[in-house]
């Protein structure tokens, strides 16, 4: 049996997706910059899409800018904005658990002049409204706070986040990381208070290399990709029309069923918690208290510590029965240092290297979380007895 639970890495394409993307690729592939009617016929799935991302996050087409993927829709929100800004500030503030998309991005601005405050977490993984106040000054040009941790599945209060930043400075710039929240939650921009938003295909069941960034209509924003001037002069380069179609057709048939797919994703999770909390020395990050289901967190991540096993060890024990999770993230997965986000919530330093991150999809079964969780019945207690000393 195969068990993939590694979706919050990566999800598999929607059959429908594929089909698309090879008519495309294949029958429909002209350049949408070209005058002829290939070209018009490829520009024609282009404004579809947008039509269709605007539909889903109520806001304008022309707001929609289409990106390679979330890390370069992260990237041109902050380099872009900070540097189109910089008379009015040099001040950013982002959090301690943000993906490294940010958090590095975060880190190169520092390096060339801006300061930038990164607000702590409490033990779920949440920030604090008031310590954000605190942070806010006249100088902040800009905010990124992301909407669902991706190792955790701490949802952040957005809402409330832009309430305030828009209150205290209603030029300070707020960009929210939705690429793990987006399709499993609902966002709204202009109702939120956010400015720019960031999304990613392959986390919804589309194609890998494709993304997009919200920009808001008032939004001062410069291009980091210069070139032929497409997209508005905004993101120059030939637009990747399989992937941008692609990624347009799986959020809507994933926003199709989206109130029935997300009531099973919560009822997977809390089988599947249930059954984690019947082993010892098991531990179940981020859950929030009094909320046993997973309520207030994301629906299709669960973060669990064994004691005595490392992570290594366990996911590799788990492959060999053919289920697929992850250490962490999958950004960093290849690089072996302690997760910025486990520090951040305090985490006991013996956990740090002993953390498994599970994710659903709409395609798990709970047949496919019992073979799981009877694998890790079987082999928790035997790995334990041969970890080194």
Same mark, same amino acid.
């Given at each position: 049996?195969?068990?993939?639970? !590694? ?28 005058? %002829? ?22 806001? !304008? ?92 599945? &701490? ?78 002069? +905004? ?9 941008? &179609? ?41 859950? +929030?208290?009094?909320?046993? !289901? ?21 996911? %590799? ?24 986000? +486990?520090? &951040? ?32 019945? !079987? ?11």
């Amino acid at each position: 049996m195969e068990v993939y639970l !590694d979706n919050s890495a990566t999800t598999r394409v929607f059959p429908e997706v594929a089909e698309l993307m090879i008519k495309i690729m294949c029958e429909d592939y002209g350049n949408p910059s070209s005058l %002829h009617l290939k070209g018009v016929q490829a520009e024609q799935y282009l404004r579809r899409a947008k039509g269709s991302f605007a539909r889903l996050l109520k806001v !304008d087409e022309k707001e929609i800018l289409f990106t390679s993927g979330g890390t370069e829709s992260d990237n041109m929100a902050l380099i872009g904005c900070a540097y189109a800004n910089r008379r009015r500030g040099n001040h950013l503030i982002t959090t301690a658990i943000e993906h490294p998309a940010i958090l590095n991005t975060m880190r190169y601005l520092e390096s060339v002049g801006y300061r930038v405050t990164y607000l702590p977490v409490d033990a779920y993984g949440r920030i604090a409204t008031e310590d954000l106040r605190r942070a806010m000054t006249q100088d902040t040009i800009l905010v990124s706070i992301m909407h669902t941790n991706n190792e955790i599945g &701490a949802l952040q209060p957005i809402a409330e986040a832009g309430t305030l930043i828009k209150r205290m400075n209603p030029y300070t710039l707020f960009h929210v990381d939705a690429v793990q929240g987006f399709g499993k939650a609902k966002i709204y921009p202009k109702k939120m208070g956010i400015d720019l938003l960031s999304a990613s295909g392959h986390k919804i069941h589309g194609p890998k290399g494709v993304g997009l960034l919200y920009i808001g209509d008032k939004v001062k924003i410069q291009p980091i990709i210069y070139g032929g001037g497409q997209q508005r002069n +905004l993101r120059s380069g030939t637009d990747n029309v399989p992937g941008i &179609a692609g990624f347009a057709k799986a959020a809507e048939l994933l926003y199709e069923h989206y109130d029935d797919d997300v009531k099973r994703l919560y009822q997977c999770k809390k089988y599947f918690m249930d059954g984690i909390r019947r082993m010892e020395g098991v531990k179940i990050n981020g859950v +929030l208290p009094g909320k046993p !289901d997973g309520e207030g967190t994301a629906p299709h991540i669960v973060s669990v510590s064994v004691s005595g096993v490392r992570s290594e060890v366990l996911l %590799h024990a788990l492959e060999e029965d053919g289920i697929y999770v992850s250490a962490g993230s999958a950004c960093a997965a290849r690089k072996p240092q302690p997760s910025t986000t +486990l520090k &951040a919530i305090g985490i006991e330093k013996p956990l740090l290297e002993s953390t498994i991150r599970f994710s659903f999809s709409v395609y798990t079964t709970v047949e496919e979380l019992d073979y799981t969780l009877q694998a890790m019945y !079987d082999k928790i207690p035997m790995l334990r007895k041969y970890t080194r000393r």
